[in-house]
């Protein structure tokens, strides 16, 4: 009997993990950032959301959405959403000149760069683990409190001299259906591959963007793989 209840203790911990990233694969998460300079007494707000299936993440901002699907063969397939135009632009892996890391789309920050992190306390169980973490880079201290079988963000401060951003997890719902039909939602709309965009200037939304230089699609996450600071959905 006290093997049995010895087993259980050992195992529990891990099971609990793993029921817990299965039980939180549909996500809809949303996040405040806060951008606060030294000499301005007023810190800059804007929101975004992230959307999160097993295999398809997006990062909604208020008129742009950037959309990530893991293929098969594990490349990464980007989809840009203009949601006033309900309108879209496709590309192939490789189309994109950035480096893609999933776990960057999939979290907002790799885990690469996490492993490069120092783990300075840790708190709760299960899914309500929460480990914090931080990192000296030059001028830079970045700071991350990670829901760690969540496998979400929820909060990083990086501060500078200068400037200091804080990304802040503000609500999180797991709910299935609602993550699904957010992704249906988008799918719906009308769809341009981005080889083709340049054949299609007889097209007003097209020959916009042309005219505003769009030319490929942009990088995700607060930090990747090498701590490089990236621009996403949340930066719109």
Not at 176 to 182: C, G, M, S
Request: glycine share 6%; charged share 20%; net charge negative.
């Amino acid at each position: 009997m006290k093997k049995i209840i010895l087993s259980l203790v050992l195992i529990s911990p891990l099971a609990s993990a793993a029921q817990c990233a299965l039980d939180n694969q549909y996500v809809q998460a949303n996040y405040q950032v806060s951008k606060q300079a030294v000499a301005n007494t007023l810190a800059q707000t804007e929101q975004f959301t992230l959307w999160r299936t097993p295999h398809q993440v997006a990062e909604q901002g208020r008129e742009l959405v950037e959309m990530w699907q893991q293929l098969s063969n594990q490349q990464i397939r980007p989809i840009r959403y203009f949601q006033t135009q309900q309108r879209g632009i496709e590309y192939q892996p490789t189309e994109v000149q950035v480096q893609q890391d999933w776990s960057t789309k999939y979290q907002l920050v790799s885990d690469d760069f996490i492993a490069k992190m120092t783990l300075k306390s840790e708190q709760g169980e299960g899914c309500e683990q929460l480990q914090n973490y931080q990192l000296v880079q030059g001028d830079t201290k970045i700071e991350l409190a990670w829901l760690v079988n969540k496998k979400l963000v929820s909060s990083m401060r990086i501060s500078k001299p200068q400037l200091t951003q804080t990304l802040t997890l503000a609500t999180v719902r797991f709910d299935k259906a609602a993550v699904l039909q957010q992704f249906a939602r988008w799918d719906s709309y009308q769809t341009t591959d981005y080889a083709d965009i340049g054949d299609n200037e007889g097209d007003p939304f097209l020959a916009k963007m042309i005219n505003l230089g769009f030319i490929e699609h942009g990088a995700s996450g607060f930090y990747d793989a090498s701590g490089k600071a990236l621009g996403g959905g949340h930066s719109h």
